[in-house]
């Protein structure tokens, strides 16, 4: 379990679609690299191998991770039936946890209202279960935005980063009517404010374990 103040060395990151992570955490993934100089990070992403989509993931995470050890997995099970592929889902979770041992892990959040995602979510503490995992969140139609519990501040730079890194590397989603720079820097502006910062992304956190040791 990551301690507080504790630098953290090694991330693993989960997607249940192409994109989530980046929009999900992508500042705070700059942020970390930025602070962090050869992060190890270790991402999994449950469908869009063998597509377009994996490609635009493993671009960009690549400039999403800038001076990290990177590692990205993409499976192919189809967009929005992993309940219905539950099993292999939970295999490939578990093959990841055989090679990393995380200080910290970004997933999507338990509340989130795509099956794919909150799948995602109730996998990990199944899993992983003595790490710090951090919900993020994604915009959408749902309207399932709640209330975080955790906030990474970003600077204006990397705000404006990730907006352009999200523009940049994923054209598939660009006639995607939320998918555009106003939906992510609102969002991170309403964050920023929640934690008395210009920008930032928010988290949910189910389990937290406090240690004070030195």
């Not at 992570?21 to 602070?35: D, Q, R, S």
């Not at 106003?182 to 910062?197: M, P, S, T, W």
Request: charged share 30%; with cysteine; net charge negative.
């Amino acid at each position: 379990m990551i301690g507080l103040g504790a630098r953290v060395r090694e991330v693993v990151v989960l997607g249940a679609h192409c994109d989530d992570i980046a929009i999900g955490a992508g500042g705070t993934l700059l942020t970390l690299c930025e602070v962090n100089p050869g992060l190890r990070v270790d991402a999994l992403v449950l469908s869009g191998g063998g597509t377009a989509r994996e490609e635009e993931e493993r671009d960009a995470l690549a400039a999403f991770c800038p001076g990290a050890e990177l590692d990205v997995t993409v499976h192919k099970l189809p967009d929005g039936r992993l309940p219905a592929h539950w099993d292999e889902a939970k295999s490939a979770l578990e093959e990841l946890r055989t090679r990393t041992d995380p200080d910290l892990i970004f997933a999507p959040r338990t509340e989130d209202a795509h099956q794919d995602h909150r799948g995602l979510a109730r996998l990990v503490p199944t899993v992983y279960r003595n790490h710090l995992a951090l919900g993020y969140e994604i915009v959408k139609w749902d309207a399932d935005l709640g209330r975080p519990t955790a906030y990474q501040p970003l600077t204006t730079d990397i705000a404006e980063k990730k907006v352009e890194l999200l523009q940049q590397h994923y054209a598939s989603q660009r006639h995607r009517p939320w998918y555009d720079r106003e939906a992510f820097l609102g969002l991170a502006r309403i964050r920023g404010i929640e934690c008395q910062a210009r920008y930032a992304e928010a988290f949910s956190v189910t389990k937290l374990l406090l240690d004070w040791e030195g």
